[in-house]
């Protein structure tokens, strides 16, 4: 197949108003379909590759594609802008083709970046009222450090480093697979373009070490279960002299033993006697931040009432403010009572109408109405 004989806008299969995205686009299509590795011992294939190339080769070039829509095969021909190209497009069309699906390996690249050391992460308990006041914390952490010695080069001191012969100093080495040119990191110097002469002694040539360290954590107030402080650059160190990591401080608060916490609300649960539920009066109850709360008590009270104190819970993070201590109602009833407390109990019983608990009364209404509804 010659592309003399087929229309170039039809060799590559676009209308003739394409524009240059959709020619290449095709290109890269149907170069992938007939190249001649992919095909091999095809002469069909091979043409047909050639033909397209050609075709490619002429509209890709705002010039020759106006030269050729003009004259048509003609232009090209003796006394013409010249040939087609020789049947092939510019290597760089078909390294464009496989770079898109190898990444780099028709790419130019060179040495690879040191990469950054890896981020750690510690879990802190913090008690509820460190959560509230904020504290100083010191930690004890092992992690790996730059070695001091060889000032995390990973060469022994008075020795350096030389160009690696497997790659020529630029980090990468590329293999040939038929058509395909493949670039991969030098297993030799593992990227940095760099061998040493002699591994530093204290490190073994990694640059680093590991070894505890001591940092001062600073807990801000409000903080709750989950959150997260970030010390920058007091992670891993990383090789060969790259910058380290940060640490991250994952907070959790311990169960108190009189507060619950949601958010910044505060919910603590207070037994009172029932002679103060029916009677009403006054309670002292202690606060997060150690002072004392005076609560009312309103007469006749339940269980499950909710109080609010507004401003005497946690404090916001990074914020203004409180939220507010909730205190929810458990009315006790008392389990030892003396032969008087008895008496006195009997005589309050004596004296009930049904008034005094309208809960009640209206709960056992219920029942003899429904009764008397069944019995009917």
Not at 104 to 120: E, H, N, P, V
């Amino acid at each position: 197949m010659s592309a003399t004989e087929i229309d170039y806008y039809q060799l590559l299969e676009v209308e003739r108003t394409a524009d240059e995205k959709t020619i290449k686009s095709a290109y890269r299509r149907l170069a992938m379909r007939y190249h001649p590795d992919k095909n091999p011992g095809c002469q069909d294939s091979e043409a047909r590759f050639k033909a397209i190339s050609q075709a490619y080769d002429c509209l890709k070039d705002p010039q020759k594609r106006a030269a050729y829509d003009r004259y048509g095969h003609a232009a090209f021909e003796q006394g013409g802008m010249g040939g087609g190209g020789g049947g092939a497009a510019d290597f760089g069309d078909i390294g464009d083709i496989f770079e898109s699906i190898f990444g780099q390996a028709f790419g130019g690249g060179g040495r690879q970046q040191a990469r950054r050391g890896a981020d750690l992460r510690y879990d802190m308990e913090v008690t509820l009222e460190e959560a509230f006041n904020g504290s100083k914390t010191e930690i004890t952490i092992e992690v790996s450090q730059t070695c001091e010695p060889c000032s995390g080069s990973g060469a022994e001191p008075g020795t350096g480093t030389r160009r690696c012969n497997m790659c020529g100093g630029h980090g990468k080495v590329r293999a040939q697979q038929g058509f395909f040119v493949v670039e991969r990191t030098c297993p030799t110097c593992h990227g940095r373009g760099e061998v040493i002469e002699k591994p530093c002694r204290a490190c073994r040539g990694e640059g680093r070490m590991d070894k505890p360290q001591s940092l001062q954590i600073e807990v801000p107030p409000g903080v709750d279960s989950g959150t997260r402080i970030r010390v920058s650059g007091k992670g891993e160190a990383g090789p060969f002299g790259a910058p380290p990591g940060d640490l991250y401080i994952f907070l959790h608060v311990k169960r108190h033993a009189v507060f619950e916490r949601e958010g910044t609300t505060l919910i603590t649960r207070v037994p009172i006697t029932f002679t103060t539920a029916a009677l009403g009066g006054s309670i002292d109850i202690p606060g997060i931040d150690g002072e004392r709360i005076a609560l009312d008590i309103p007469a006749g009270i339940q269980s499950g009432k909710q109080l609010r104190k507004r401003g005497a819970g946690m404090p916001v993070l990074q914020g203004r403010g409180r939220g507010d201590l909730v205190i929810e109602i458990t009315v006790e009833t008392p389990t030892r009572l003396s032969a008087r407390q008895k008496e006195l109990l009997q005589e309050l019983q004596a004296t009930e109408t049904g008034e005094e608990c309208p809960g009640s009364k209206g709960f056992f209404d219920r029942i003899k109405d429904a009764w008397n509804d069944l019995t009917e």
